[in-house]
């Protein structure tokens, strides 16, 4: 997958999740009907050794939490041979699935689903490659034309992929409490199940689980129902796990057409609905987890043994390797009275924070044009406003939601927004001096 001539590719893509590997099958159904000088060139570098969506989340019986049809492509083309129902009909699942009756997979299913369409595209993917930096490169005239992008293998082996245009995927960080580090004991649950598969001796007698959203309630679940004699102790702020507001018309915040609206609002209209709506998405837990989760607890309370034990109301103060465990101490915020849990591992459930592209660019990153909070500026075509001179391009697939809202680090514009990237990069190729900021599709 090198380039002849060491020419450089028309797209460098960093991280290979479902929302580059969406662009991914765009460029592929793109080059399959274009002619052969209109073919767009693209490496992305991924990670991992092989394709993979929050493995260490994949546990059994967990559902996706949004419709299969908020696939790869069915928004941009239902007639691509990439949606979730060529899956199924290849797989000879389709009347199976149809019987099902559901909009909701299970995560391991879309999992395979993801996998499939990666292993048809993976002429453009190189696994067990990081990205570490990325430089201008210039024309000697002060202009940029294109990415010097360093990538290191799995051996350590470092080489350079040079690139038109960036696109960076690189998906949400794990987030830890402020002074809390991950270690033998203290997991982000990101990696929860790759840790109970690597855990040695008897399991612990008491499980922490920080946090209240839909990965800490999943968490608790999972522990509570695999580990019979342990005590689970959920510790967060709230009193209670709150639903995710998933109802018709609150739900029209992942429309596609609500990018435009968010994009072009002014900044105080965005904060009010981001504001609003954080509750679809942030913080919140599937209805039908939560009531099993009580089924379970009121159930324990009835049989006289908690062993499903909701401290709510509190909130962490401190988490401390012991010599035999863990101890979290934590504040009962109606009271203020301090407490200590010992448990064998803590798993925090504390969500994420979006990827650090101006990290990845560096020295670079003073091209893009920031925001007076230091955010970069994007455009609808996701695009990183850069300073004039800049004639390569930094899209940003991830990162957006101050620019582009709720959708930006989720599944459900996927497939629109990767046309969308598609079509700028196609219109900035023919007319390399249009500035385009307005979104050109794919279908
Ligand atoms: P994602 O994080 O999936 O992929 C980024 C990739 O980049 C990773 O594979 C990473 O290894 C790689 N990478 C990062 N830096 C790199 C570098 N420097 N070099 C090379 N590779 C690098 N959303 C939704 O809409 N519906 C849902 O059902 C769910 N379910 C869900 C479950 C769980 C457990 C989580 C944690 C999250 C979700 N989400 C979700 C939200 C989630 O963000 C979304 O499903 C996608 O993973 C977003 O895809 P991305 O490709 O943007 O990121
Ligand atoms: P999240 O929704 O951001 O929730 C993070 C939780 O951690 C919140 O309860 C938050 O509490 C708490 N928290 C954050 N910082 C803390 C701190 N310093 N101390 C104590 N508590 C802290 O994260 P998530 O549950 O991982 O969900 C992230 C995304 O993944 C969402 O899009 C979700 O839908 C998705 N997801 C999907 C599935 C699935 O498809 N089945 C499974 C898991 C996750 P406060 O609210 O009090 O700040």
Known sequence: MSQPGDRPYDIVGVGFGPANLALAVALEEHNARAAPADRLTAAFVERQPGFGWHRGMLIEGATMQVSFL??????????????????????????????????????????????????????????????????PVEDGEGGVTGFAVTVRDASGAERVLRARD????????????????????VWHNRDLLTRLAGMEGPPPARWTVIGAGQSAAEVADHLHRTYPDAEVCAIFARYGYSPADDSPFANRIFD?????????????????????????????????????????????????????????????????????????????????????????????????????????LGPAAGLCERD???????????????????????????????????????????????????????????????????AVAVG
């Open 372 to 438: 007076e909070r230091g955010r970069v500026r994007v455009e609808r075509d996701y695009r990183i406003r850069t300073v004039p001179g800049v004639r390569a391009g930094v899209y940003l697939q991830g990162g957006t939601e101050h620019t582009h809202g709720i959708t930006s680090s989720l599944l459900s514009n996927g497939a629109v927004r990767a046309g969308e990237i598609l079509g700028s990069l196609l219109a900035r190729r023919a007319d390399p001096a249009a500035a385009r900021p307005e």
């Open 166 to 185: 960036l696109v960076v995927g690189g998906g949400l960080q794990p987030s830890l409490p402020e002074g809390v580090e991950a270690s033998g004991r």
């Open 256 to 360: 596609p057409a609500a990018v435009d609206d968010f994009h072009g609002a002014p900044e105080e209209v965005k904060e009010r609905l981001l504001d609003y709506h954080r509750g679809t998405n942030y913080s919140v837990v599937d209805l039908d987890l939560i009531e099993e989760l009580y089924r379970r607890s009121y159930q324990e309370k009835v049989l006289g043994r908690e062993r499903l034990r909701i401290l709510n109301a509190c909130r962490v103060l401190d988490v401390r390797e012991t010599p035999d465990g863990v101890r979290t101490a934590y504040e009962f915020l109606p009271t203020g009275e301090r407490h200590e849990l010992d448990s064998g591992v803590v798993v925090c459930a504390t969500g994420y924070r979006p990827y650090d592209v101006l990290g990845l």
């Open 70 to 135: 908020k696939d790869l492509v069915t928004l941009r083309d239902p007639a691509s041979g990439f949606t979730f129902l060529s899956y199924l009909k290849e797989k000879g699942r389709l009347v199976d699935f149809i019987n099902h009756k559901t909009f909701f997979p299970t995560r391991v299913e879309f999992h395979d689903y993801l996998s499939w369409a990666a292993a048809r595209v993976e002429h453009f993917v190189r696994y067990g490659t990081e990205a570490v930096s990325a430089a």
